[in-house]
């Protein structure tokens, strides 16, 4: 794998999004790596934004609470930055078709405000940002590669495409160094478990250690992947380092595909209790399911060298543990 060495030692990092999943254990590493990490979160109870994500390095980043969408905000937090990892969104497909114009400005308004920011106070910076497999919408062959159309299914896929591509235009047009991670279904410690809002896996979770039902939708023979969380932020952290990331999307992916009534039966077998069983569709959901998907990660592995390296089992299982240990941080008990 390609490395980025000491790249990050002694620069400024902020991070949108940083108290959420991904955003939090960026920063784990990025303080490791010898960083001056600032988080921005405005903590809405709807996102993943979570306090208890920073046990352990609290004195060890900067964070201020603040939303996106406030451009006075954005135009002083990316004053001196060498980097930003853009990781602040509106995730729910749900959300998206119930309240379409948050969405929007959430994923596309406040975006540009972002890159605003950039062009007037800090031309220099460089930003990853975190797109999505959603913007694919229902495959047209598997697996996705770069190269396939883009047809969203729902609000969010449509906003989160333009969002990724005024990162590309401003790289492009403005020379403000930008990329875009196509994430696939990231999961581990930290995740969002209390609803099914950002991710059905994380709910999956808390309805096991609970000791309630696995509600697996359709069929369960729906293909995914997953990434483990460590291998993601492996991910964002090469797209920085590397210039040759510039103005470029790409996939992340895994090579274990599994469908979903098989990654239920293992998600029971690891936690040695639970049960699951198959319902149909409801139906706001199935009218923006994507059916199958798993993506090519080839040109993000000959680009940068990343590859997948964390096993979905692995995954699981740490991710159970975290939670059975946790779980007073994450969700309400149950009524």
Same mark, same amino acid.
């Given at each position: 794998?390609?490395s980025?060495?000491s790249t990050?030692?002694? %620069?400024r990092?902020?991070?949108?999004?940083?108290l959420?999943?991904?955003?939090?254990?960026?920063?784990?590493?990025?303080?490791?790596?010898?960083?001056?990490?600032?988080l921005?979160d405005?903590?809405i109870p709807?996102?993943?934004?979570?306090?208890?994500?920073?046990?352990?390095i609290e004195?060890?980043?900067?964070? #201020?609470?603040?939303? +996106?969408?406030?451009?006075?905000s954005?135009n002083?937090? +990316?004053q001196?930055?060498?980097?930003?990892?853009n990781?602040?969104?509106?995730?729910?497909?749900?959300?998206s078709?119930?309240?379409? !114009?948050?969405d929007?400005e959430?994923? /596309?308004?406040?975006?540009?405000?972002i890159?605003?920011? /950039?062009?007037?106070?800090n031309p220099?910076?460089?930003?990853?940002?975190?797109?999505t497999?959603?913007i694919?919408g229902? $495959?047209d062959?598997l697996?996705?590669?770069? %190269?396939?159309?883009l047809? $969203?299914?729902?609000?969010?896929g449509?906003? %989160?495409?333009?969002?990724?591509?005024?990162h590309?235009?401003?790289?492009n047009?403005?020379?403000?160094?930008? /990329?875009?991670?196509?994430?696939?279904?990231?999961?581990? $410690?930290?995740m969002?478990?209390?609803?099914?809002?950002?991710?059905f896996l994380g709910?999956?979770?808390?309805?096991?250690?609970?000791?309630?039902?696995?509600?697996?939708?359709?069929?369960?023979?729906?293909?995914?992947?997953?990434?483990?969380?460590?291998?993601?932020?492996e991910?964002?952290?090469l797209?920085?380092?590397?210039e040759g990331?510039?103005? %470029?999307v790409f996939? &992340?992916?895994?090579?274990?595909?599994? #469908? &979903?009534?098989?990654l239920?039966? &293992?998600?029971v077998?690891?936690?040695?209790?639970?049960?699951?069983?198959? +319902?149909?569709?409801?139906?706001?959901?199935?009218?923006?399911?994507i059916?199958?998907?798993?993506?090519?990660?080839?040109?993000?592995?000959?680009?940068l060298?990343?590859t997948?390296? +964390?096993?979905?089992r692995?995954? &699981?299982?740490?991710?159970l543990?975290?939670?059975?240990?946790?779980?007073v941080h !994450?969700?309400?008990?149950?009524?």
């Open positions: 794998m390609a980025y060495g990050f030692q002694g %620069k990092v902020l991070i949108t999004g940083g959420g999943f991904i955003g939090s254990t960026l920063a784990r590493r990025l303080v490791d790596a010898g960083a001056e990490v600032a921005v405005s903590l709807e996102y993943g934004g979570n306090l208890f994500n920073l046990a352990g004195d060890r980043v900067r964070v #201020n609470i603040a939303d +996106v969408r406030d451009q006075y954005m002083y937090l +990316v001196g930055q060498d980097y930003l990892f990781l602040a969104g509106q995730t729910s497909h749900i959300d078709m119930r309240e379409p !114009y948050t929007l959430i994923n /596309c308004r406040a975006q540009l405000s890159l605003e920011a /950039c062009r007037r106070y220099g910076i460089k930003v990853v940002f975190a797109s497999r959603q694919y229902t $495959p062959y697996p996705v590669d770069e %190269k396939h159309l047809h $969203p299914t729902d609000v969010n449509v906003n %989160k495409m333009a969002g990724e591509w005024y590309i235009v401003y790289n047009v403005y020379g403000i160094r930008a /990329c875009a991670l196509r994430l696939t279904n990231t999961i581990g $410690p930290r969002r478990v209390k609803d099914a809002r950002q991710t709910w999956w979770i808390r309805q096991v250690i609970e000791g309630k039902d696995i509600q697996v939708f359709g069929d369960g023979t729906q293909l995914r992947d997953f990434n483990d969380v460590d291998d993601a932020v991910a964002f952290l797209a920085a380092a590397h990331a510039n103005g %470029k996939n &992340l992916g895994s090579a274990e595909v599994i #469908n &979903l009534k098989d239920a039966a &293992l998600l077998e690891i936690h040695e209790k639970g049960t699951f069983r198959i +319902v149909p569709f409801p139906a706001d959901r199935k009218a923006i399911d059916g199958h998907y798993y993506g090519d990660y080839t040109a993000i592995r000959q680009a060298g990343w997948p390296g +964390v096993p979905l692995e995954t &699981l299982r740490r991710t543990a975290y939670y059975t240990q946790h779980a !994450y969700w309400e008990p149950s009524e």
